[in-house]
């Protein structure tokens, strides 16, 4: 069987854009010479569509594209991912389905049977599950049809049992020599390796090859890295698909193993990802430019960088905002920067505005205190700048805040932490370093001072993060057993780590809920992000401290 790879990246809402996505790749599968056409998951309608799958408008739009898309086939199959009616008296009102069309009709309609609602997937809230599977004919082959989750139930290797049903072993016992699945799996950094390892043993227990086509690119905080695979009956891959970019193949089912394409390294994983979550949100939302705030720092010398790897030095402008307290240096390493990349480059010293700000705080409180509340006014001050920035020339405002800030709350509401969006906010301060050492790869396009010198806000004389924080090497290793890993204080300090310092750490996360939710999306690189994977009451009154007696 000689299959086509279809890894295209649709747009949610895009139902003509995706269409002609959909139509190009089966052209050309069938142009080359393949037996079926395969791609991905709600291919249609872009996924996850949540609640335009609430109007019913949008259901009729999708469906009429549907039956469009049977209708143009001819004797080669095509296998796409689309909504579909629930027929049933009862349930919820759609499917989400895989249709294998064929001269201009739809020969089979194979619901996903494994609806994940965790993390940041809530599919039962619109979909009811398939009840069964099926098999069709292709190519003299009895192939089997899954969707993305129908292959994650393997407890062996993921360690729990998620779902009671086991649609590759319905299949198998259906006779089935092939399972094709079409599949919108989001990215998360170590995924691509788990997937492989997983499938490899699917087809390895049941004897029966895999093919596995996944889309391609960002919707909102959601990355999908592509990465489609086929693998043979004893387990070893014979094509993968490169990650992050669109890519169309014909594969042979008889062919022989090849590389996996496996070898990417953490942070260049990330930094990829990142890339493509960026230049997918502007394209998507209808912008061209973007605008930065430059500080001197790694944090927003990498955003920088990133945002030209995404969308080229034309479309990006860097702003420096250097107040009383900002060293000379500071401002340098921001100019250095943009010199580097290629960029405009703006300076607005905000001493200028901060000083009214000041005589207003001393007319309020009767006083001349120095605190919190002057820190803040300066970065509040800047987000001004950028808003009027982006106000005046339709640029958007990226924020350049990490997930460690985030976590703590070392970021300040509608000052530092305003923008479109947060190309960091999943990525720890480590892993950013880390990353701006992968954009120098091949020229030191980051100042090497903005790497090495101590990271600081640069709100009040001679501050550092360390004067409120630990090392963050220290920091992130905490923040990643808490947030990621669902381990308690004892648990974290049995690690070796201070048990008050991961106590002091941990009542920070859950105290600056409120932040967050406040906070602009973020791309989703790790296992739990902030976001829609992690929801937190925000109002709640739970507490580690043991419970008093209160007679």
């Known amino acids: 069987m000689r299959i086509y790879i279809g890894q295209i990246n649709p747009t949610i809402g895009a139902l003509q854009a995706n269409a002609e996505l959909i139509r190009r790749a089966y052209d050309d599968g069938v142009k080359a010479g393949a037996d079926v056409v395969m791609v991905p998951e709600l291919a249609v309608t872009g996924y996850p569509p949540r609640d335009l799958l609430d109007r019913e408008v949008f259901i009729r739009a999708a469906l009429e594209v549907r039956d469009s898309l049977a209708a143009m086939t001819g004797d080669v199959p095509l296998v796409f991912g689309c909504i579909r009616r629930n027929e049933s008296w009862c349930g919820k009102p759609l499917h989400n389905s895989a249709l294998v069309a064929r001269n201009g ?285 982006s106000n005046r020339t339709g640029a958007m405002v990226v924020s350049t805040g990490n997930k460690s800030e985030l976590a703590v709350g070392y970021c300040t509401l509608y000052g530092d932490m305003a923008g479109g969006l947060a190309v960091l906010g999943d990525v720890y301060k480590t892993m950013v370093y880390r990353v701006a050492r992968w954009l120098n790869r091949t020229s030191a396009v980051i100042p090497e001072a903005s790497i090495t010198k101590p990271p600081s806000a640069e709100l009040r004389p001679d501050q550092t993060d360390q004067d409120s924080l630990p090392p963050y090497e220290t920091l992130d290793e905490i923040l990643k057993l808490y947030i990621e890993e669902w381990m308690e204080i004892d648990e974290i300090a049995a690690k070796g780590f201070d048990r008050e310092l991961v106590a002091r750490i941990l009542k920070l996360v859950d105290s600056n809920e409120f932040k967050r939710r406040q906070a602009a999306p973020t791309l989703r690189v790790s296992n739990k992000a902030f976001g829609n994977g992690r929801q937190m009451p925000i109002a709640q009154r739970w507490r580690r401290e043991p419970a008093r007696d209160v007679r």
């Open 105 to 389: 009709k739809i020969i089979l309609q194979q619901d996903k049977s494994l609806l994940p609602t965790y993390d940041v997937f809530d599919e039962l809230r619109y979909f009811e599950p398939g009840r069964s599977v099926g098999t069709v004919e292709i190519a003299g082959c009895r192939a089997g049809i899954a969707i993305c989750e129908d292959f994650w139930f393997d407890d062996e290797i993921l360690g729990t049992k998620l779902y009671c049903r086991n649609p590759v072993d319905e299949l198998a016992r259906q006779g089935a020599e092939v399972i094709l699945n079409i599949s919108a799996s989001p990215f998360d950094a170590g995924k691509r390796v788990a997937r492989y390892e997983l499938f490899a043993q699917i087809a390895r227990r049941y004897g029966i090859p895999l093919v596995y086509v996944n889309q391609v690119g960002g919707n909102d905080e959601l990355l999908f890295d592509g990465s489609s695979i086929v693998i043979d009956r004893q387990g070893h891959t014979i094509f993968c698909s490169p990650a992050f970019q669109e890519d169309r193949m014909l594969v042979d089912l008889e062919g022989t193993p090849c590389e996996s394409a496996l070898a990417l390294a953490e942070d260049e994983e990330i930094g990829l990802a990142l890339i493509l979550g960026l230049r997918d949100y502007i394209r998507k939302c209808g912008f061209r430019d973007v605008v930065v705030g430059l500080s001197g720092g790694i944090d927003s010398a990498v955003t920088a960088a990133l945002a030209v790897e995404a969308l080229g030095p034309g479309h990006v402008t860097g702003i420096a905002m250097p107040s009383q307290f900002s060293s000379e240096g500071s401002v340098e390493d921001a100019r250095a920067l943009a010199s580097n990349l290629g960029i405009a480059f703006h300076v607005v010293p905000i001493q200028p505005l901060y000083t009214p700000f000041e005589k207003a705080f001393q007319g309020l409180f009767g006083d001349t205190k120095f605190d919190t509340a002057n820190e803040n006014v300066q970065a509040r001050i800047r987000g001004n700048i950028l808003m009027a920035w």
